[in-house]
């Protein structure tokens, strides 16, 4: 039985909109299910994202939208799975849409049905803080933008009354008879996406979670948000005044046996981090504590992110956990805690309490997991195992996200593209079968029509409209020359306003468009696709930044904000008077991927693609496959590692279409996105391959720490790989163990990542096998996030005594002892010691430099691994174009973690290698050859090898000779511009940044006359 070219990916998060585009980019039909009545989960609540902290809905938003544009995913909001039938490939899924009682082809979004409706309720998405009507669009970017009515609260389907809505709808899209329709969807995989639900602390009666001050960090997030209830600005609920103390209260629903909560919900800390200081930029008088057991800021510059939180904004961490919140008579706040550093108890005054709740099950996940026949963890999460991190119990199922355990976002994103790799693999058959191929409206020629600019000014919630006066810019740009139409949006970015744009396009016959917004890194690509789908050339847009550029460095001057934003965009309509249409050239691809590194990142993302029918060029330095795993000799869960690597070894070896290559380097790369070429030395000699993409899984290597704690001087000194070596049967009575040796220090500042747990993992095997040896751990936080709880419960079980130190009083070795500073007994403490163990940090691999320039691709200057293209919504993709990431080369992980990360690059590259052909950038740069003089400089300036000198026949005099002049492969060239910077004669322009269009902005900028415009 052929196979179904369809996934159904259950959830509409962040995850599971990532997993939905790769799938679809890749050539697959997506049923993209929500059981809310909008997709972006808790990611569209959030106001910032740690560690950038990074507008959420700003960054989120182009993927809402362009989930909905996609024409090979279609958008099954409100509506819920009920069952799973059939096989992997050949499933019959049965979904039931819930009744809506607005017709989806009809509603526009207006608002006119909840400016009417008389009924007010707790709105759901703020959190309770403010009210909504009884039909509702949740949220100004919501996708779909279809108002929703809530049958138990509307009056006309609860008593037979009012109708308002009805009556006020201009498209009679309202429908009181809706009724619930059963769809049965042929799909051949199911991802679960469903997320989580935050914990709710109504009752830990003891933290007064009804008094008004006290609310949860999901309501603390709506409150700091600029589109929040109470528009950004931090007041109490009890009597609106902004507080000047706020306490975090960490662990509230995590690591809690009598909560049945357990785990650590691994994202409390760093979002109470963030949190905080969001609170500080808003009032810098603002007192923040945060008390906590542990500070757990694990993922990629999360540490820097928490020292920074500390010296440049004042947050104070308390390493105590109240028991309770206390309320005075006259219902102000009060926290007890003990002082470690006094050993008394202390009372703290709070103007406001936060409770950091953490990650709960999603209430609906049993029903799920019921319908589609998988297993659950203990906990209520989807059961995996460790060497299959998205795949559940069920061939064909799989999982992301916070439905598999508590994560963050990275995390989330990176699972996505791996499920969808999964996917992707299993239906590699079906690939092309089921997918649509979007129409275009024809593309109108402007060259001869006098310039009509269209101004379109955002004030993204508060971020912009906070600082800058928007409505003001909008009508200054109206009087600027060939402005013909000019338009404030409270978010430029959402559907509705992408639909605005391109009706104005239409109405006003717009020949060029300016939008002045946030950031072009995420959304100019966003506004050229609604270009482009109104007729207009997509580079006939001009983007111009008032958020970077005016509202975030000149907040303290609103005046001048203005002025600045209004000076910018004079200088977008100058330049878009002169903007010409560019083209896409198309280019044919190589469908062949190179996989740098063998181990089970580098493995698995080469067998995730050779799965899914791409050939690939694993090549290894070693002579073996199976990287830093063969040192280990025993997994968390007790297992030997061999039964990890050793089945993908024997995977690698026989696949088809993996070419394998030990014992070789590559030295040389050559070419651009779709067609690289590679030269690798092995011990046959030199291979010359060509291939599309390439993926990073050059791994990590283990600190020697020379230096620290007498480490290659005393033979009881070694490293936690050292002691996994020669385990079992050490011979010592007195283990101690320090951590973050070399880590969260001057040298390195990050944290490590995995180091707590593997110590966790010696000392219980230690304590297992001989109970009478002691065993120390001597730490400054234990780190063991998510699941890994476990075994820092399993550990204290077994005896192992955990010892606090700090960073500024850190350990003494000597010869056969450990003196530490003990900040719980406040006092020194000498302990035995046969058997000294560092716990150092995984660093870069030896090499990484030397790949870094093959692929022009960046490394992170704090960590020395490679840096992704972004944090959060890009963490296994290169900003080089092609090029993809992986595993321990992106950073410290564990071993689901590395794996997930693998399938998720294979999963990015299949977006690329599934495609007939590559579509070379529109803006490059070109050559003046009556101009160049062929001097060369512009050969060595360019990153990616994108000149070349070719020679060329010219007449000098009546003679014919032969001259070099400098020729740019506009595939290969990326737009960077720096060639044309250092070109001498001028012979080089970028498009879209030619001299014309630059000196336009520079008149603009001083207000001088312009020349006239024309394309």
Request: charged fraction near 25%.
């Amino acid at each position: 039985m052929s196979k179904v070219g369809a996934v159904a990916v259950v959830g509409g998060g962040v995850g599971g909109i990532q997993a939905a585009l790769d799938l679809a980019d890749s050539g697959f039909k997506v049923y993209l299910i929500e059981s809310d009545v909008s997709i972006g989960g808790v990611m569209a609540q959030l106001d910032k994202t740690f560690p950038t902290n990074d507008c959420s809905i700003c960054i989120l938003s182009p993927k809402l939208v362009e989930a909905a544009r996609h024409p090979n995913i279609e958008l099954l909001s409100f509506s819920e799975v009920k069952g799973l039938s059939g096989e992997a490939g050949n499933f019959k899924l049965k979904v039931v849409r819930k009744a809506r009682y607005v017709d989806e082809t009809k509603c526009t979004g207006c608002g006119l049905c909840m400016e009417k409706c008389p009924v007010k309720v707790d709105a759901e998405f703020e959190e309770g803080l403010a009210k909504r009507k009884a039909i509702y669009i949740p949220f100004p970017q919501a996708v779909p933008r279809v108002a929703r009515i809530d049958p138990e609260h509307c009056l006309y389907l609860t008593k037979g009354k009012c109708g308002a809505c009805k009556k006020v709808c201009p498209f009679d899209a309202v429908n009181y008879e809706d009724e619930d329709k059963e769809l049965l969807l042929d799909v051949g995989a199911v991802i679960i996406a469903s997320g989580f639900e935050a914990y709710d602390p109504s009752k830990l009666y003891q933290y007064h979670p009804e008094h008004p001050d006290v609310v949860t960090s999901m309501q603390f997030e709506r409150l700091l948000n600029a589109s929040g209830p109470t528009a950004g600005h931090v007041v109490r609920g009890s009597d609106h005044r902004e507080p000047k103390r706020i306490g975090f209260i960490q662990c509230i629903g995590s690591r809690s046996t009598a909560e049945g909560k357990p785990y650590c919900s691994s994202v409390c800390c760093a979002y109470a981090t963030k949190e905080a200081m969001i609170a500080v930029e808003h009032d810098p008088e603002l007192e923040v504590y945060i008390f906590n057991i542990d500070v757990r800021v694990f993922g990629k510059s999360f540490e820097e992110f928490y020292q920074r939180a500390q010296k440049d904004y004042g947050i104070k961490y308390i390493d105590s956990r109240p028991s309770g919140v206390g309320v005075r008579d006259d219902g102000s706040l009060y926290v007890m805690y003990e002082d470690h550093e006094s050993g008394k108890v202390k009372t703290m005054d709070l103007d406001m309490v936060v409770l950091s709740v953490g990650l709960d099950t999603n209430p609906k996940i049993y029903e799920l997991a019921e319908a589609l026949g998988i297993k659950l963890n203990e906990y209520g999460f989807v059961e995996t195992k460790m060497e299959a991190p998205v795949c559940t119990s069920r061939e064909g199922v799989y999982v992301l996200g916070a439905a598999q355990g508590p994560k963050d976002i990275p995390d989330t994103v990176a699972q996505a593209s791996g499920a969808a790799a999964k996917a992707g693999a299993l239906l590699a058959e079906a690939r092309g079968t089921m997918i649509e191929v979007p129409e275009l409206p024809p593309e109108r020629d402007v060259s001869g029509e006098i310039p009509r600019v269209g101004v379109f000014v955002c004030h993204c919630g508060l971020n912009i409209g906070g600082v800058v006066d928007v409505p003001a810019v909008a009508e200054y740009a109206k009087t600027l020359p060939y402005v013909v139409y000019a338009k404030d949006n409270k978010y430029s970015c959402s559907s509705d306003t992408q639909e605005l744009i391109k009706e104005a396009i239409k109405k006003y016959k717009l020949n060029r468009v300016v939008v002045a917004a946030c950031t072009p890194r995420t959304h100019e690509p966003l506004f050229q696709n609604t270009v482009r789908e109104a007729g207009l050339n997509p580079y006939l847009f001009e983007f111009v930044n008032i958020r970077e550029h005016v509202s975030w460095v000149t907040r303290d001057d609103k005046e001048k904000a203005t002025e600045k934003a209004k000076e910018l965009v004079r200088m977008g309509v100058a330049k878009a008077v002169k903007l010409n249409p560019l083209y896409r050239e198309k280019l044919p691809l190589n469908h062949s991927a190179l996989v740098l590194g063998g181990g089970i990142s580098g493995m698995t993302a080469a067998l995730d693609l050779a799965d899914m029918g791409f050939p690939v060029y694993l090549v290894e330095r070693e002579g073996e496959l199976g990287g830093n795993l063969r040192n280990i000799t025993q997994l968390p869960d007790g297992r030997d590692p061999s039964e990890i690597y050793e089945p993908l070894i024997e995977r690698v070896k026989s696949h088809p279409n993996i070419t394998l290559y030990l014992n070789s380097k590559l030295v040389e790369v050559k070419g651009f996105i779709g067609n690289f070429e590679g030269k690798i030395e092995t011990p046959e000699g030199e291979k010359i391959v060509e291939f599309g993409a390439a993926i990073v899984a050059t791994g990590a290597r283990e600190l020697v720490p020379e230096g620290y704690y007498h480490y290659g001087e005393q033979e009881n000194v070694i490293t936690q790989l050292e002691l996994e070596k020669r385990l079992p049967g050490i011979n010592a009575k007195s283990v101690v163990m320090i951590q973050c040796v070399g880590a969260r220090c001057p040298e390195r500042t990050y944290c490590s990542r995995t180091c707590c747990m593997e110590a966790l993992k010696n000392a219980i095997r230690i304590k297992e096998e001989s109970p009478d040896t002691q065993v120390y751990i001597i730490y400054r936080d234990i780190r063991s996030y998510g699941f890994m709880e476990e075994l820092y419960q399993r550990a204290r079980e077994l005896g192992v005594v955990f010892i606090k130190y700090d960073a500024d009083k850190p350990p003494v070795v000597g010869k056969d002892n450990v003196s530490v500073y003990d900040r719980l007994l406040r006092s020194n403490l000498t302990l035995p010691a046969d058997l000294i163990v560092l716990s150092v940090p995984m660093v870069a691999p030896e090499g990484a430099e030397e790949t870094s320039l093959l692929f022009k691709v960046p490394i992170d200057v704090v960590s020395g691994f490679f840096f992704e293209a972004h944090v959060k919504l890009r963490p296994v993709d290169f900003a080089t174009p092609g090029v993809y990431l992986c595993g321990t080369a992106q950073g410290p992980k564990n071993i689901p973690e590395s794996l997930s990360q693998a399938s998720a690059a294979a999963s990015r590259a299949a977006t690329l290698l599934s495609k007939e052909y590559i579509e070379a950038e529109g803006i490059v740069s070109c050559v003046n050859e009556d101009v160049c003089i062929g001097c060369e400089v512009c050969v060595p300036m360019c990153p990616y090898s994108a000149i070349e000198m070719r020679e060329r026949e010219v007449e000098v005099d009546g003679k014919k000779v032969v001259v070099k002049k400098s020729s740019i492969n506009p595939a290969a060239c990326t737009g960077c511009g720096t060639c044309a910077a250092a070109c001498n004669p001028g012979a080089i322009e970028q498009r879209h940044f030619q001299n014309n269009q630059i000196l336009a902005q520079v008149k603009a900028a001083f207000n001088f006359p312009q020349n006239g415009g024309g394309a």
